[in-house]
T-cell receptor, first 112, second 114 residues
């Protein structure tokens, strides 16, 4: 049973517009969340993170929002660029802190 | 350059033939881990190591072994590979065991077992 779910396998967005990637989790013990980006033939790379004591974290064009009551987080990319085309994984720190639990990933395609 | 290096990048093998995928990091990280990525399932943890000589099972450890004799190396061993172990494997390392530090991943090993 997946504890971190990314229900949209793919998303297509026009260059310059906003990309919104969603993630839901079921374990209320998760207290730290991360987004990773993965290009083909490469390993995932860290993008942005958020602690459960916050509801928003921003880094340049990337903003992550956390809604604890809904057990939902989202990654906003504004403006989207063709180089943002990749697979995005949502991850949560496991309740013992010693692992990341990943979602299935969302393929983002930014069209120019 | 700080990195996690996995070898080989691609491997095709036959059922039952023992194999080892190597992983090495040059960042003096304490924590290392192996994940496998399968379509629709994301990345699932196989084994992890909090430090030298300390290893523990992740979520899908069946059919795999690991060892951590040195801080920099964390090989993944498949004693008798089966077709259901066909997957994309990633090694990761982190400064400390707390996952909030984030992981540095290798480039992946695509394994096919026929």
């Amino acid at each position: 049973d997946q504890q971190v779910k990314q229900n949209s396998p793919s998303l297509s967005v026009q260059e310059g517009r906003i990309s919104i990637l969603n993630c839901d989790y079921t374990n209320s013990m998760f207290d730290y969340f991360l987004w990773y980006k993965k290009y083909p033939a490469e390993g995932p790379t860290f993008l942005i993170s958020i602690s459960s004591i916050k509801d928003k974290n921003e880094d340049g064009r990337f903003t992550v929002f956390l809604n604890k009551s809904a057990k939902h987080l989202s990654l906003h990319i504004v403006p989207s660029q063709p180089g943002d085309s990749a697979v995005y994984f949502c991850a949560a720190r496991g309740e013992y802190g010693n692992k990341l639990v990943f979602g299935a990933g969302t393929i983002l395609r930014v069209k120019s | 350059e700080a990195q996690v290096t996995q070898n080989p990048r691609y491997l095709i093998t036959v059922t039952g033939k023992k194999l080892t995928v190597t992983c090495s990091q040059n960042m003096n990280h304490e924590y290392m881990s192996w994940y496998r990525q399968d379509p629709g399932l994301g990345l699932r943890q196989i084994y992890y190591s909090m430090n030298v000589e300390v290893t523990d099972k992740g979520d899908v450890p069946e059919g795999y072994k690991v060892s951590r004799k040195e801080k920099r190396n964390f090989p993944l061993i498949l004693e008798s590979p089966s077709p259901n172990q066909t997957s994309l494997y990633f090694c990761a390392s982190s400064l400390k065991g707390d996952a909030a530090y984030g992981y540095t991943f290798g480039s992946g090993t695509r394994l096919t077992v026929v």
